[in-house]
């Protein structure tokens, strides 16, 4: 191992080469204070989008960067499947007892209808899969542990914006797996000495409420780009108790989500005073990232109009199973707590957006950039 690694903590991401984990990592890298180690199995991502990581942070480096900075800018990566705990054991066995200073837990399979179709390779991949992290993170000493989560876990919520103490009250068999997961975290915190923090994502793309497709943004943005057959948008449903009657979501920039990881992350340093007021022995807080200001589908079709300049024709068809009113979150803790705070509005996300998908067009070489 280089010898430049020493002064940086070495951070595990697991689903580094994914949406949000890349993202994850650029927002590490940043800093130059964390080495950061990959692990992804390339299920639904590609390791060239830590290449191009790479380079982004090297490119960024000032002049007279340190050893320790250039090491911060490269990514140890490794091949593994989180559903192999001896693979798992075999990455943390590389750093040894104590070395890989946090986890953040990024990976998992996240399509809400697809869960429904596969459910056990559903709570394999994302519940079985964390146990096995934490046992390893155990044998290895490794103790601060963040945890990407999802709306999903609150399936309708009584209150909105939705605050940390709602019920978790999941539908689908994926909004489940993340359930279990975050009990399985709360328990293991009364258990043991561990230092664990956990972050709830309100953010939306499974429950589509216009179009079929996982990624409501991302459809709408093939349509602009004519890769859509039948460029018309189905709304579904404009009679919820929502302003103008489509359902309503908490739309927040992937760089903002990926700055509360790093915050969160950072909360678990020891001089960190987070847990001081945990009501029980526990070391384990929940998190709800958002804007805390929901946009309605009609909103949404709107800013992307904007961006992209494409006249987007939408219909209104009947409400879908699944689907509910408004899911905004309550972002009032960890803006307090961890001092996060969305800088970016709709429209900048509109905006990077519709340049990432249009620089992607022009440099079809280059899949990814953040
Ligand atoms: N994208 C969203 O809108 C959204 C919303 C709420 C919550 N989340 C949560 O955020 C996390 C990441 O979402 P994303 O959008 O980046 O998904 P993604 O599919 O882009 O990334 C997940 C990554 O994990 C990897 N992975 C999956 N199973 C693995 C395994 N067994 N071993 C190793 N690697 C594995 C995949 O290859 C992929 O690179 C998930 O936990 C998801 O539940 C995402």
Known sequence: MAVTDTSLKRVLVTGGAGY??????YALQKTRRYKVICLDNYHNSQPKALTRLEQIATDALPEGATAADKASAIIDVHKCDLTQPEQIRAVFKKYGKGGIWGVIHVAAYKAVGESTEIPVTYYHN???ATIFLLQVMDDFDCTRFVYSSSA??????????IPESTRLQADSPYGKSKVMAETIIDDLTHGTPLLYALITIVDEKEYSPTHEMASYLLAILQMAVGR???PVLKVFGND???PDGTCVRDYLHVLDLAEGHLLALDALAPESKLFDNCPTEARYKAYNLGRGQGSSVLQIVEAMRKATGFDYKTEIVGRRRGDVPDLTADPTLAEKELG???KQDLETACRDLWNWQTKKKKKKKEQWTP
């Open 20 to 25: 949000i984990g890349s993202h994850v990592i």
């Open 126 to 128: 994302n519940v079985s």
């Open 152 to 161: 999903t876990v609150y399936g309708t919520p009584p209150k909105v914006p």
């Open 228 to 230: 859509v057959k039948d």
């Open 240 to 242: 919820y108790p929502t």
């Open 340 to 342: 996060f705070k969305a």
